[in-house]
C-alpha cells in the first residue's frame, strides 16, 4: 500500500461536456499539480467549444449526500467553487462550508461561460453577497463579473472593497477579457491592494481559463502555500497552459493543462 498522500480538493462545479472549462478543467489542473481532486458536480451542461446551449442543476440534497460522504472520509485541504447554477446549490454549498470553517475556500463567482451563455438558472448576485463571499479566503471575479457583483462601484478598487468588507479575505480582479495589449490581474487582500501582475497576452480566445487558475490557486494552498505564492504561482501556471492550448473544436482553444505530460509521449 502506498501511504504518500496527495493533498485534496474538493471542488464544487459543473460539468462542461466539450471537455474546455467546470470540472474536467479542474480535475486536469488539480491532477497536474499532484493534488487529489474529489469532485461534486453542481450542473450538467449543453455546450460546446463556441457556448452554452442548456444546462440542468443537481438536485440540492442529492449535491450535500455526496459532499458529506467525502468530507467524512477524507481530509479536505481547500474547496475550490466554480459553476453553483442555482440558489438552492448555493444554500447547500453554504450550509456545508460552516462545518469546515478553517478550510481555504476558492470561490470563482461563474454566471456566464467565456463565449457568453449564461450558467446561472437565477439571478445569483444576491446569494452570492449573503452566502458565498462571506465564506471566501479569495474570489476570482474577472472584471466583468467584478463589475456585475458590485455593480454601484466606481472603480476596481471599490469593487474589491466592497467584497472584502463582505467577507472575502483576498480578491483576485482578472483582466483576460479587457481589450488591452498585456493581461493586467490584480489582487487585494485583508482590506488594501497588494499587488498587479502584467502578462503577455497569447492570442486567441480560451474555454476554461478561469476555472484553470482559480482550481491552480486552490491547488498550491493544498499544497501549503501562502495566499500570495499560490496567486502568483496559479498565474504561472495558467499562462503556461494557456500558452500550449489548442484549437480541438470550432470555437475558442482549449488550454493545455497537462502540456508538461506530453514531453513524456
Ligand atoms: N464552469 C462551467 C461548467 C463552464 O461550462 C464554464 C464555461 O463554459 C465555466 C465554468 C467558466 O469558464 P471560464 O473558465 O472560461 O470562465
Known sequence: MNEARAPIVMVFAGHDPCGGAGIQADIETLTSLGCHPCTVITALTAQDTSGVKDFQPVQATFLVEQARAVLEDMPVAAFKIGMTASQDIIEAIHTLLQDYADIPVVFDPVMAAGGGGSLAREHL?????????????????????????????????????????????????????????????????????????????????????????????AGYLAHGATMPSAVRDAQTYTAKAVAHGRRLGMGQLIPDRLSWSSKHL
Not at 498585456?182 to 502578462?199: P, T
Open 125 to 217: 448576485i444576491e446569494a452570492f453577497h449573503d452566502l458565498l463571499i462571506p465564506c471566501a479566503s479569495i474570489i476570482t471575479p474577472n472584471t466583468v463579473e467584478a463589475k456585475a457583483l458590485c455593480s454601484d462601484a466606481d472603480s476596481l478598487d471599490a469593487c474589491a472593497q466592497q467584497l472584502m468588507a463582505q467577507g472575502a479575505e483576498y480578491v483576485l480582479i482578472t483582466g483576460g477579457h479587457e481589450a488591452t495589449p498585456k493581461i493586467e490581474n490584480r489582487l487585494w487582500g485583508h482590506r488594501q491592494f497588494l499587488e498587479s501582475y502584467q502578462q503577455e497576452r497569447t492570442p486567441g480566445e480560451f474555454h476554461g481559463t478561469g476555472c484553470t487558475l482559480a482550481s491552480s490557486i
